[in-house]
């Protein structure tokens, strides 16, 4: 974060972008907050350009609501949609699930983490940069060993198959902890000593099946079915006897806690306003998503202390009162479009 060298005087903070990402419903955009908060457009331009926020930023907002002992971490990635944007940096072509096909955006990076009171936050995060010549598994180990160097210290790790090559899963283990893992349908197991098969023709039992995975070792095979598709997934625990141990209800408890990042990229795009903003160069760009990150961190805040129950009906509720207000008045005076009863005659 950048250090001032002297007292702020600028009028547009985070704490104001942040409420406004959270609040504003349809144009998040500087010349918005300057109407809304009488100040000049420069000076949320000036806001988004001076300040330096970093990951460990928001790991340093989170880290005070969790337990950092004993959670689950889990990775993945989701596409923020700019199919208009020009010249604008950090904007490349990625695959978007919603799509279900490559679409012009960015491509955020989130590790996001479980406590095991069952309160989920984002830990660390990177925006995707063709410039610094990295892969998303790259991405993947650097944020790793930075949040196990920052003091959290999980027992389980889980992603989806694009993070399942083999030397993810190695550091893993490394790092004794277990994980849970995507594999592609054609990924090969063996069975028995000498022979190789997809994991896909095997008939695998709901409490699962003893493989050994090709060039890693022995793990734990699941098969589920989501979304009319057959997904599989691969199961390390370090200590070899609690595999006989682990059924089908500890996979789901596992899996239910790896598809919370699912929610967490619907709220910061819907509720936190991830998408909009209209600024090109990198700096403001990575400020903003900072901001938008930092109020899901506090939304989440809030019902964890049962001050909001839900987030979505929260940001509903906002305007209830202003639009009620304006129904109102808008009928004074028009009463003579309503029905006019009037009292049938017998002829």
């Known amino acids: 974060m950048r250090k001032p060298s002297r007292p702020p005087t600028a009028r547009c903070t985070l704490p104001m972008y942040m409420g406004f990402l959270m609040s504003e419903p349809k144009s998040s955009t500087c010349t918005r907050l300057s109407e809304v908060m009488n100040i000049s457009h420069d000076s949320v331009n000036r806001f988004l350009l001076r300040e330096s926020y970093e990951p460990k930023d928001l790991f340093n907002e989170a880290k005070c609501l969790l337990n950092l002992v004993g959670g689950t971490l889990n990775v993945d990635d989701s596409t923020l949609d700019k199919p208009y944007s020009q010249r604008m940096e950090l904007v490349g072509h990625f695959w ?24 989920s936050l984002p830990v660390n995060y990177r925006v995707y940069d063709k410039a610094e010549g990295k892969t998303k598994n790259d991405y993947f180990l650097d944020m790793l060993g930075e949040v196990l160097a920052w003091g959290l210290q999980p027992n389980f790790m889980t992603g989806d198959s694009w993070y399942s090559c083999v030397d993810n899963l190695k550091t893993v283990k490394n790092h004794r902890m277990g994980f849970m893992f995507a594999v592609e349908s054609n990924r090969r197991v063996s069975t028995e000593k000498g022979t190789w098969i997809q994991v896909q023709k095997l008939d695998i039992p709901d409490d699962g099946m003893r493989v050994w995975l090709r060039d890693f070792g022995n793990v734990k095979l699941f098969r589920t079915r989501l979304k009319d598709q057959l997904r599989h997934y691969v199961v390390f625990l370090p200590e070899a006897e609690a ?5 089908q209800s500890d996979f789901q408890k596992l899996h239910d806690q790896h598809w919370q990042i699912e929610q967490y990229h619907r709220m910061i795009k819907q509720v936190c306003n ?10 403001p760009i990575l400020n903003h998503i900072f901001a938008a990150l930092c109020g899901y961190v506090h939304l989440q805040r809030m019902q964890f202390t049962e001050i909001i129950r839900n987030a979505y009906q929260w940001q509903r509720t906002l305007y209830q009162d202003v639009i009620a207000a304006f ?8 009463e003579y479009l309503n029905p006019q009863f009037q009292a049938s005659v017998n002829a």
């Open 96 to 119: 978007s699930g919603k799509h279900h096909r490559v679409v012009k955006g960015l491509n955020l990076i989130t590790l996001y983490y479980t406590d095991p009171q069952g309160r």
């Open 243 to 247: 595999y006989d141990a682990f059924k």
């Open 274 to 283: 991830i998408e909009k903003f209209q600024v090109r160069s990198k700096v």
């Open 327 to 334: 129904v109102n008045s808008f009928m004074v005076g028009k």
